[in-house]
């Protein structure tokens, strides 16, 4: 990394991870800065979600998920603390949206205050709900319907929804994993604009399968393929001179 | 002849198409049918007992307690009263077993503990009831020294576990795995997210579990015939034996008089209305707007 002003918030040290005896990952090494959006990028089944899973330990969930090597958030190894501090600094958003299906819009902004048994005065609360939900560009069309359920939005409302609910918890990295693979085009450059915006307040890691999403919201990509990091740097000159002739053959089609 | 041509012809022969159809119209008519069977029993049951039934449901029926043979009149509210007080304390002794054990067979479905409650669930399953009622006589009548309401509540709800746990089970695990991870990827420990999350978004599946098993052992009789005994007396005293409805109809049905007789096919069809209002309740219920 050039910067050398500046720390990188999140630094990933010879990180792999494993299906059982299965390698789906291997020695991934890269760091990223504050307040980037980073795109991980690669041909379905190379390990994308499997490596943003395992920045929040969610990877080691999953049946037969396990993990070695460092991940370290300002200097500290996320392996090493418990999981549940993990996840409040960090938040998911994923493929499909999942809001909560008992829960009304209010509510599952503030789920995670909810669920973890946090218990925040109204003030405060009211506050998060429409800070987080205009943060996620959601506010104007529900505030007039906070008390209906989440499950009653389209699926665009409903991945914003998402995003709300992960930015009510005020993380330092939000993980996105596909969050427009279900979704319609306008839907999806609704997010889009969201992530550039978001970058301000929070430092970016979003898994995508959609080459000119990548190009258009992240300042940097990690090329991954078959597991490994292939190539790591800054988008725009990955796409227009890429290393490595794997990476080139990806972004012009000739696989993936 | 090249193959798109060959493939072309055999795929648009019209003669095949039209011989499609007609099976098609057939096998449609046919599964219909058949599928429409299932409901005879159903409708023959319920036509006998509302004929031979419906004359002996009054007020006095459903409200007096039973008079001795020979005196004409008498109810059978004290059946009423005690199959609701062994159902419901049967409920309660097996609910919470069941939905916990439910819980953990759809959270944690591959641990060696999960493996045998499974296969234990089953086998309690396909026990006969008669046996249950047995295991129920010999763990609470034998120690108590006498029938008593509690041990048909216990008989019972041995009975009703394995459904419930089922239907807790099965509720459970078509839950998306996502909703889970949703709240875990929020720093919320596993047993906040089995509590607010998963059980809350299964819970109209657990209740309507709850409701079925409920109509399921409120026709049991052979378990209740050495527990709970019956009795011609109004009771709420679950220690002492206890009429029920399905007891009722038994004595009833197989003593040597008419009049009886009589209050038999009135019992039965008053539970089978139970059991059939129970079972609305728990589709009104199941079809609520909102949730999964």
Known sequence: MSRKSEEPLLQLENLSAYFHDKRIIKDINFSVGRNKVVSIMGPSGCGKTTLIRCVNRMHEMSPGGTATGKIIMDGEDLNKINTIKVRRKIGMVFQRPNPFPTMTIYENVIAGYLLNGIKIPKKISH????????????????????????????????????????????????????????????????????????????????????????????DDTAFMYLGELVEYGSTKEMFTVPKDKRTEEYLTGKFG | MTRTVYLKEILEDEKMIKRRIVQNNFSGVLITFISSLVVVPLVLILFYLLVNGISSINLDFIMNLPKPVGESGGGIFNAIAGSLIIVA??????????????????????????????????????????VIGIFAWVLVVVPMGHFSAFSGSVALGV?????????????????????????????????????????????????????????????????LLFTAFGSPFMNVNAGKPMSSLPLVIYNYATSPYDEWHKMAWGASLLLIIAVFGINMLARIFVSKKGGR
């Not at chain 1, 409302?157 to 085009?185: F, G, K, V, W, Y």
């Not at chain 2, 459904?163 to 919320?188: D, F, H, Q, W």
């Not at chain 2, 596993?190 to 026709?219: D, E, F, Q, W």
């Open chain 2, 89 to 130: 304390v049967a409920l309660v002794l097996s609910v919470p077993l069941a939905v916990l054990g439910g819980i953990y067979l759809s959270e944690y479905p591959d641990s060696k503990t999960a493996e045998l409650v499974r296969f234990s669930n089953d086998i309690l399953q396909g026990t006969p009831s008669i």
């Open chain 1, 127 to 218: 506050e998060i709900v429409e800070d987080s939900l205009s943060k996620a560009a959601l506010w104007d069309e529900v505030k007039d319907g906070l008390n209906k359920k989440g499950t009653y939005l389209s699926g665009g409302q409903q991945q914003r929804l998402c995003i709300a609910r992960a930015l009510a918890m005020n993380p330092e990295i939000l993980l996105l994993d596909e969050p427009t693979s279900a979704l319609d085009p306008k839907a999806t450059s609704r997010i889009e604009e969201l992530v550039v915006q978001l970058k301000e307040n929070v430092t970016i890691l979003m898994v995508t399968h959609n080459i000119a999403q990548a190009a258009r919201v992240s």
């Open chain 2, 159 to 223: 009975m009703v576990i394995p459904l419930v746990l089922k239907a807790t089970e099965e509720t459970l695990k078509r839950i998306p795995s996502e909703l889970r991870e949703a709240a875990a990827a929020m720093g919320v420990p596993y047993h906040r997210v089995i509590l607010k999350v998963v059980v809350p978004t299964g819970l109209k599946g657990i209740v309507n579990g709850i409701l079925l098993g409920a109509t399921r052992i409120s026709g049991e009789t052979a378990p």
